[in-house]
């Protein structure tokens, strides 16, 4: 979650950085063009004024006399020029006509001055002996003229900022939200199981003492459902406490050597009754004596308990599985394959994760939380191994867990 937020937090700075980097770009943009608008403005009005003037054109460059147009072309111009209302009344007609409605002050000095808002043009006056002297003009209220201009552009970066930090904001928010509520069910979820195991156990162990003390009631099919839907959700509570033990990474296993065809066999005893209930055929195919595994027997036998559970419960017709083993580099492969309805491809990697079952339409028939494949996952990623699905739809899946060898 800090990610999130360190991530977004960059993204958005860089976003205002870009932003004021564009708007000094068309700062510099506006001043040249408007320096080039004065500049014209100028030369066209110093022309017009007198015929034959030459004009040094850019902001502050002066041309040499003997460049441009040459002396003989240069203005005459008198020294008063810039009081004279005739020259006043054709340089605002040139400013209009260039677009550049604003105060100005005008003045003619010896000297060349630069400023960010005053422009110069060469002139030359009779009065001091054909000299070169400089026509300058500021503009007082130029920076308020070019913000204007820029108004509606600050405007929509800064409405468009805004509105950026407020979306960003907002999925945080909504996403701490999120993960505060999730955070609250998964409690909530291994709350509620750790409270139901106890009474689940107490009806265990009463169902077995009234079968010990009515010996009637052995073969009685209820007795036998209650048994049965009893043993199912103290697994499903099991599962459960399990995965929350893991993901909380207080937990220790118990690990031991294994021999794993005697793993695999008990994994199977374990399922006899639904295998006869479902008339499944399960073979178990020649696994060598000395494949051994350091682990913990029970949760292993629990990780392969769920793999043939599934494979016998996703499954339409009579269910066919195999089992084999494959010895890899420091490894074993255990490979369990059934002819059962296959997982669609997108799906295959999200059922390893808490709460996720394939979407089966409106059938309700395969009872289940979603919890048994992440159980698996995590068990035998706690024991160093990995776990993979390769599938077709309606002809079967196979399951391949890897594991090291001893
Ligand atoms: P559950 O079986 O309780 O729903 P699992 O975590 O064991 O939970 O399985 C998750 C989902 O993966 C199942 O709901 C099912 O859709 C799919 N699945 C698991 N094993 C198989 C299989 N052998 N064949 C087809 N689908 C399977």
């Not at 010895?327 to 295959?348: F, H, M, W």
Request: glycine share 6%; net charge neutral; proline share 3%.
């Amino acid at each position: 979650m800090p990610l999130i937020l360190a991530v977004s937090a960059t993204g958005l700075m860089a976003l205002i950085v870009m932003q004021l980097i564009w708007m000094r770009h068309s700062w510099q943009l506006s001043e040249q063009i408007f320096s080039q608008r004065v500049s014209m403005a100028l030369c066209s009005s110093i022309e017009s004024y007198q015929d034959g003037t030459w004009c040094a054109g850019d902001k502050c460059t002066i041309r040499n006399k003997t460049q441009g147009l040459g002396m003989k072309e240069a203005a005459i111009l008198p020294v008063n020029m810039v009081d004279k209302p005739e020259f006043r009344s054709v340089l605002d007609k040139s400013l209009m006509f260039y677009q550049i409605d604003l105060n100005y002050v005008l003045n003619l000095s010896a000297e060349k001055k630069c400023g960010p808002d005053s422009y110069q043009t060469t002139v030359f006056l009779p009065e001091l002996g054909g000299k070169e002297a400089y026509l300058g003009i500021s503009f007082p209220d130029k920076q308020k003229f070019l913000l204007g201009g820029m108004n509606l552009m600050v405007l929509t970066s800064a409405l468009i900022l805004v509105f950026i930090t407020v979306v960003l904001l907002f999925v945080n928010w909504a996403l701490v939200k999120q993960r505060r509520l999730l955070k609250t069910n998964v409690d909530f979820f291994n709350n509620m199981a750790h409270e139901f195991r106890t009474p689940l156990s107490n009806i265990r162990l009463a169902v077995s003492m009234l079968v010990r003390k009515n010996e009637g009631l052995k073969d009685n099919p209820l007795v036998e459902v209650v048994r049965l839907e009893n043993t199912r959700l103290l697994e499903e509570v099991e599962r459960v406490l399990h995965l929350a033990k893991t993901e909380s990474g207080d937990y220790a296993l118990e690990k031991e050597v294994i021999d794993l065809k005697g793993l695999l066999q008990s994994a199977l005893k374990s399922l006899t009754l639904v295998v006869a209930d479902r008339g499944a055929t399960i073979t178990l195919e020649e696994i060598p004596e000395d494949l051994q595994v350091s682990g913990d027997r029970q949760h292993l036998c629990n990780v392969f308990r769920n793999l043939l559970d599934n494979a016998l419960k996703y499954t339409r017709e009579l269910p066919l599985i195999r089992i084999f083993a494959r010895p890899e580099a420091q490894g074993v492969v255990i490979v369990i394959q059934d002819n059962g309805i296959g997982i669609p491809l997108a799906q295959r990697e999200m059922i390893f994760e808490k709460f996720q079952r394939v979407h089966q339409g409106n059938q309700h028939d395969r009872k289940g939380f979603g919890l048994g494949l992440a159980y698996v996952k995590n068990m035998i990623e706690l024991h160093k191994g990995s776990v993979r699905v390769l599938s077709e739809e309606n002809r079967g899946s196979r399951f391949e867990v890897y594991l090291p060898t001893v």
